[in-house]
């Protein structure tokens, strides 16, 4: 029996969830004395593989194919699914990214085991129970599950868990897997690339403004205190309701959801369906006028002000400790 671990790459660089799921997965593999495989999809140089060995990996599967460089719901999962068998694995862990999230249900049934997406911590193992924690709610919430089934994927929320290092020599070998037609069902044709900036789901800072700005053209703060933290940028929904800033910056239970170490709300005033996206950040900062905003309950530190003051005058103490 093993752990196996799915690690994602962009364009051949393994993204910071890998290295954390792999961390994750090892602690896991360390606890039940078993051994920790990865699986890796896609154009990925035999040193960015071995780099998983400063986590614990002991076993790579390298599954490198043309058709396979972009990311392929279901070819992607029956893979993982074949590698799983294969290692007779009976705990697969991935991240809870934008392809996990697809991925790990689809693993799950293709398996029949029990699912536990967006964990937030180790699972507590004894000979009865596998208890683990996760996300409820879109985030409002946690709830302890435990998996009964034989088989257990896990989810993990990215950003969720330090890593942790220990030092392994993988063993790395490539993994024929047995595809058909049906797993090709959706191509990828062309990937248009619609931004250069740091990826929000993987960032590990975020700045994030809100109708409290007045308008699309008092960005430039925001974007300057994003530079000097090199964070991503984000807004609430209004804020790309009213077309001030794209859509992929929209955080929250209709948006995209973060789970960054800082996230810092600038003219936001938090309402529910915004903090059901951003509350299990590690810490939140809160910049606002109005002190009465709901924001400040569930802020680290807040700052009650007027925006305009106060972000330039952070932006450039942050620059003033850069040099
Ligand atoms: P406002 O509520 O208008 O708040 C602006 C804040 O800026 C205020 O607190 C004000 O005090 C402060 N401010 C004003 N001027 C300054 C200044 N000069 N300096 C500092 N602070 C200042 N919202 C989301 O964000 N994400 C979602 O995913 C989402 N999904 C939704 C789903 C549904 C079904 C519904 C009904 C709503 C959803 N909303 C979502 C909208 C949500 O309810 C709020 O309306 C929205 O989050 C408010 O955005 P805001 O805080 O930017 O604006």
């Known amino acids: 029996m093993s752990v196996l671990v799915f690690v994602e790459n962009i364009e051949g660089k393994f993204k910071k969830s890998a290295f954390e799921v792999v961390s994750y997965a090892k602690t896991i593999a360390n606890t ?6 990865a699986i890796s999809i896609g154009d990925v140089s035999d040193t960015a593989l071995e780099s998983l060995g400063k986590y614990g990996a002991n076993k790579i599967l390298n599954v490198n194919s043309e058709k396979l460089k972009s ?5 992607y999962a029956s893979i993982i699914t074949q590698a799983a068998k294969q ?14 999230k697809g991925l790990a249900p689809r693993i799950a049934a293709k398996m029949e085991a029990g699912l536990a997406d967006g964990a937030v911590g180790l ?4 000979e009865n129970n596998f208890r683990i924690k996760k996300t409820a709610f879109s985030g409002k919430a ?13 989810a993990l929320n990215p950003n969720s868990f330090e890593l942790r290092d220990e030092i392994t020599t993988p063993e790395i070998t490539t993994f024929e897997a047995d595809l058909h037609s049906q797993d090709f069902n959706t191509i990828v044709k062309e990937i248009v690339r619609t931004t250069d900036k740091i990826s929000l789901p993987d960032a590990e800072i975020v700045v994030s403004g809100g109708r409290g700005l007045k308008g699309p053209e008092n960005w430039g703060i925001i974007e300057d205190l ?3 933290l ?3 940028t984000a807004c609430s929904k209004p804020v790309s ?10 955080v929250g239970q209709t948006g995209i959801a973060v789970s960054p170490n800082l996230y810092i709300a600038i003219g936001i005033s938090g309402a529910i369906q915004h903090l059901a996206g951003v509350s299990s950040s590690k810490t939140i900062v809160v910049i606002n006028k109005d002190p009465e905003a709901p924001f400040f309950k569930v802020a680290d530190y807040g700052i009650v002000g007027d925006a305009f003051e106060i972000v330039p005058k952070i932006t450039s103490a942050i620059k003033a400790l850069k040099e």
């Open 241 to 250: 309701d009213a077309g001030w800033r794209p859509h992929e910056e929209h």
């Open 87 to 100: 290692e007779e694995a009976t705990i697969i862990v991935l991240s809870n990214s934008f392809s996990g």
């Open 142 to 154: 946690f709830a302890l599950t435990e998996l009964t089934s034989v088989i257990k994927v896990i």
């Open 71 to 75: 990311f392929i719901n279901q070819a």
């Open 32 to 37: 039940l004395n078993q051994k920790l495989t």
């Open 230 to 232: 090199g964070a991503a």
């Open 226 to 228: 994003a530079n000097a």
């Open 123 to 126: 699972p507590e193992i004894n």
